[in-house]
């Protein structure tokens, strides 16, 4: 689900740990209310904190589920702003920490003891999630939260322009540049890929046949298919055919629905506010094809719930976690597919959600079965970092794609060592 309409921020990296536990502490805590107590169960009083989410209805949805726990008195804080992470790690190192919240899964919040382990409430019903979904949220064998929702990411395009101009769907990179120069026109640019173009840069890694880590976590991106996608991102950057400051940053669908452009990268989220703007003029495709030895890729991004290790409720906030989350099918069918298009990341519930039996959502389904690549949770912010600094200083600044790479896996080899030794 998007972040709201009026934050210019990329809604899902910006929310991974921008800074690590201990940086956090100087920052201010989320202010002296804390949000306890108030709600209709029994029992303790549990906080859990949420970003807030742009689709209307999903605040309503989510303290609605909260209600009905008879379990605990579960109250909602709605995060506002573009620093939901800053406000969630600062008020983690208080006691007015929230006992649940939503985040990505990341290995510094396991290997530093603030993420309550939660095999136990997961494998009754491990082999009904996707597996991948299990795997990015595994450690040492134990499994540290509890995927809600699955987010697909893709290049969604207008088939009436595409007839106009005599453009295929691009299958290759090379094929998207040519098709965005004939899409252009003197009020359409051919290609929107945000704002920084930050949110393609691991599928040009996927697409090039390459990969952020290796297996036994060794870096695994700088090679020169993904080097040459750098050039070719790079010439499409200066051709005059993409488009760049948009009012919105990607992951809002405003660029597309208002015809700014003819194919915008964004999520699956928004498919119904495209739907409703556009009707049938709307289709997807993978990132293409990078190299003679890649192949299409799909982003699947998503958001998990974790309970707080260091919270005086854990076993409370477990039990409400894995009550709303693993027990509840009807409010996790409503949360993934009542407030935007998401995948349930339980495959009984992927298979029978009605919404996304059909249509352009079904087309996302296959997408993200064939395609898709998911998180690993070893590949931190500050790797991250590091592929931006490559996407900035090779694409938009016209660095050496090869030297950018280099000293990326420089940086990613130095917090590798923190992490594993």
């Known amino acids: 689900?998007?972040?709201?309409?009026?934050?210019n921020w990329d809604r899902r990296n910006v929310l991974r740990a921008a800074m690590g536990l201990a940086a956090a502490g100087g920052l201010a805590a989320c202010g002296s209310n804390t949000g306890r107590g108030g709600g209709s169960g029994s029992g303790e009083n549990l906080v859990q904190y949420f970003h807030a989410y742009g689709e209307a209805g999903v605040e309503q949805a989510v303290k609605r589920y909260a209600k009905d726990y008879k379990g605990a008195n579960v109250t909602t804080q709605w995060i506002t702003g573009s620093n939901f992470e800053q406000k969630l790690f600062a008020a983690l190192l208080t006691k007015n920490a929230p006992d649940v919240f939503e985040f990505h899964p990341q290995i510094q919040l396991i290997k530093s003891g603030q993420v309550a382990d939660l095999t136990d409430i997961i494998e009754p019903v491990k082999d009904d999630f996707n597996q991948a979904d299990i795997k990015s949220h595994t450690v040492d064998g134990k499994i540290y939260g509890v995927r809600m929702i699955d987010d697909p990411q893709f290049f969604f395009y207008r088939p009436s322009m595409f007839e106009k101009a005599g453009v295929e769907v691009p299958k290759t990179l090379e094929e998207l540049i040519e098709a965005a120069a004939k899409l252009k026109t003197s009020k359409v640019k051919g290609a929107y890929l945000g704002n920084d173009l930050t949110p393609v840069q691991h599928n040009l890694i996927w697409s090039a046949g390459a990969d952020t880590l290796t297996a036994d976590n060794k870096p695994a991106f700088n090679t020169d298919a993904v080097a040459d996608g750098l050039k070719q991102l790079r010439g499409l950057f200066t051709s005059g055919d993409l488009l760049l400051g948009a009012p919105a940053d990607w992951w809002d669908p405003s660029a597309f629905t208002q015809g700014l452009t003819a194919m915008q990268w964004c999520g699956m989220w928004a498919m119904p506010v495209m739907q409703k703007a556009l009707g049938d003029d709307i289709g997807i495709f993978p990132f293409p094809k990078v190299g003679s030895a890649g192949k299409e890729s799909v982003y699947n991004g998503g958001w998990s719930m974790f309970v707080n290790a260091k919270g005086k409720n854990v076993e409370a906030a477990k039990e409400y976690v894995k009550w709303l989350w693993i027990d509840q099918k009807k409010y996790q069918e409503d949360f993934a597919t009542s407030y935007g298009f998401?995948?349930?990341?339980?495959?009984?519930?992927?298979?029978?959600?009605?919404?996304l039996k059909s249509g352009l959502p079904a087309e996302g389904v296959k997408l993200f079965n064939e395609f898709g690549h998911f998180d690993n949770i070893g590949w931190t912010q500050a790797m991250i970092a590091a592929i931006n600094d490559v996407m900035a200083n090779s694409v938009r600044k016209n660095g050496d794609p090869k030297a950018q790479l280099a000293a990326a896996e420089k940086k990613v080899n130095t917090e590798l060592k923190k992490l594993f030794g």
Do not use: D, E, V, Y
């Open 342 to 355: 998401h995948i349930p990341p339980r495959t009984s519930l992927a298979q029978s959600a009605t919404k």
């Open 1 to 7: 689900m998007s972040a709201s309409s009026n934050m």
